[in-house]
């Protein structure tokens, strides 16, 4: 069974309408987490991701968050979704492949995050 998801990025300049562009992603399969982590913990998550199979990464949180993968930590601004596809031009976020991440909350409250990976089997 394929999954899809349409992703659309739009900007504006001051005094320009509003340009958009769309993309869809078509895979195999996703893994979602929505979870509120702790001011100060963090969250152990055992789900791992080949980063050539990976089609899209979707990270949002409330609050400041870390996304830690092996050696390499992802920061997350609160509010400020990280988005990746596999078409938008820029690098994946993730140097390796992995097995489990950690998401860390730095600051003084509860972060409410919302994550999304697609990728093919």
Do not use: H
């Not at 963090?42 to 993968?69: C, H, N, P, R, Y």
């Not at 003084?108 to 697609?118: C, H, K, L, N, Y």
Request: net charge negative; with cysteine.
């Amino acid at each position: 069974m394929s999954l899809q998801a349409t992703v659309t990025r739009s900007y504006q300049f001051a005094g320009s309408d509003i340009q958009s562009t769309s993309e869809t992603v078509t895979t195999d399969n996703q893994f979602q987490l929505s979870e509120v982590v702790g001011a100060g913990d963090s969250l152990l998550v055992a789900q791992g991701l080949l980063k050539a199979k990976t089609k899209l990464i979707f990270i949002q949180s409330d609050k400041s968050i870390e996304i830690e993968i092996n050696t390499q930590v992802v920061d997350v601004a609160a509010g400020i979704t990280l988005l990746w596809s596999e078409n938008c031009g820029l690098a994946n976020p993730f140097d390796d492949d992995f097995t489990e991440f950690n998401i860390v909350v730095p600051g003084t409250e509860d972060a409410s995050v919302e994550i999304r990976f697609m990728f093919d089997n």
